[in-house]
């Protein structure tokens, strides 16, 4: 179950990535193309910013943190649950 989530989590923080990544890309291309005079989308880039790319950035960065702390306990229990076998085999 719980690798099941973490697949999942992992998945749709590959694709929030390429989400952003896009964005970014969007407005790099769209600021040129207004520092040229050329209309390529950055008004409605900038009116999508908060409403859209902002959660976006703030869901990728929540996300690198959780699957980060997930990784740490997992290590954790599984040095914890080492140590305990170490014992028992050692005291035998």
Known sequence: ???????????VLVANFFF?????????????GRLTGIPLGFDLWHRLWEPV???????LMGGAILTGVVAKVN?????????????KVLST
């Open 1 to 11: 179950m719980k690798e099941t989530l973490l697949h999942w989590l992992n998945t």
């Open 20 to 32: 952003v990544l896009f964005a970014f890309l969007w407005f790099a291309i769209a600021l040129m």
């Open 53 to 59: 790319f902002t959660p976006a950035i703030g869901i």
């Open 75 to 87: 290590q954790w229990f599984h040095s914890k649950s080492g140590n305990e076998a170490k014992t």
